[in-house]
């Protein structure tokens, strides 16, 4: 089923029914280790979008760039971080109205609306390649029944290297959303921005599969590491939550 064609299912049940045809078949193959696993997988999965209906928001489906034509070897498919992410990575009390948040990659703008929703911020920000999950973003943020502590939400339509980093951004998110050539670049842009203005910056990158780099910079330090998924052991990037801040220049 594609996640971006409609069916005679309805919206809100099409997921759920997707959810349960996906771990069937998972089951079957051998790919979730036993019924008890994916039980376990569809609860939370189920949990995930029921949430989001009772919110009114859609962002639980994973899209590759091919349906779109934006397919290329440094960038990633779509796939929403946990709700969860962003409160276990960020506390409450080192944001306030003067911070500005920015998610690179924001896709349906899960992380856009955890951020306005959870925390004081003065302004969030959501940057998004595609135009059709974009658009669907808007439509998060028009439609959602979620409280916005943040009034001020701005979803960009651009690609992240056209896409210039405010000067008075504190916060970035990053969901592994692209690599190699793309990332170094986009990283050397937001190191730029700080030594232009010297501020505090905290970056928080789920799935850091090109930590090396970040850390080869010499301006990365790191502040925090969340795992998730309580009582499994994290094996590589992926399923981890690192915190940095960024560092002042060395001759400044």
Request: hydrophobic content about 40%.
């Amino acid at each position: 089923m594609s996640v971006l064609v409609e069916t005679v299912v309805s919206p809100e049940v099409a997921p759920v029914a997707q959810a349960v045809a996906d771990a069937s078949a998972a089951v079957a193959s051998g790919l979730l280790g036993g019924f008890g696993r994916a039980h376990r997988w569809l609860r939370r999965t189920a949990g995930r979008l029921l949430f989001e209906r009772r919110y009114g928001v859609r962002t639980a489906e994973v899209v590759s760039l091919e349906e779109f034509g934006l397919a290329r070897h440094d960038r990633v498919y779509y796939s929403a971080a946990n709700w969860r992410t962003l409160r276990r990575a960020l506390p409450r009390d080192e944001v306030g109205e003067r911070d500005v948040f920015v998610d690179l990659g924001s896709g349906m703008g899960r992380m856009v609306l955890e951020a306005a929703s959870r925390y004081r911020f003065g302004k969030v920000i959501g940057v998004e390649l595609s135009e059709q999950l974009n658009d669907i973003a808007r439509r998060n943020l028009a439609t959602t029944r979620l409280r916005l502590r943040c009034r001020d939400v701005e979803l960009v339509r651009s690609d992240a290297l056209d896409y210039r980093i405010p000067d008075d951004v504190s916060v970035v998110f990053l969901n592994n959303p692209f690599r190699g050539e793309t990332f170094e670049t986009v990283i050397e842009r937001l190191v730029a921005s700080v030594d232009r203005n010297p501020r505090r910056v905290t970056v928080i990158y789920f799935n850091p599969t090109e930590e090396e780099f970040l850390l080869g910079t010499g301006r990365f330090r790191p502040l925090r590491t969340v795992a998730h998924g309580r009582g499994t052991r994290q094996e590589g990037p992926f399923g981890l939550t690192r915190v940095y801040a960024i560092t002042e220049r060395p001759d400044a």
